[in-house]
């Protein structure tokens, strides 16, 4: 158990919403250069899943101090809903991803 920054606390305490502080990623996947041409979401799951020992902070949720009277700790988490945290959205075709 680790107790949250101030710098964290700050962005959780600034989210609304509809409103984000907090980070996010994007993969662009070519499936010209994927084994077997192809690039299947269920595969980018795997390979996440795969990955989560490599880092602690994957395996993190926040939990709040009693009574809210200090600021929120990260705690350890053993089951990780990695479809909660990854989404698949794709371009409309005919996209070619060109200029």
Do not use: C
Not at 4 to 27: I, K
Not at 44 to 70: G, N, Y
Not at 75 to 83: A, C, Q, R, S
Request: no cysteine; charged share 30%.
């Amino acid at each position: 158990m680790k107790q949250l920054s101030g710098t964290d606390n700050l962005f959780l305490a600034q989210e609304t919403g509809n409103q984000r502080a907090h980070v996010a990623g994007l993969g662009i996947y070519d499936q010209s250069t994927a084994p077997g041409g192809k690039v299947r979401f269920k595969d980018v799951l795997e390979f996440f899943t795969s990955r989560l020992d490599k880092s602690a902070i994957f395996r993190r949720r926040r939990a709040r101090a009693p009574f809210d009277l200090d600021r929120p700790y990260w705690i350890d988490e053993k089951d990780i809903d990695i479809e909660y945290h990854g989404h698949h959205i794709a371009l409309p075709r005919p996209a070619t991803g060109g200029s």
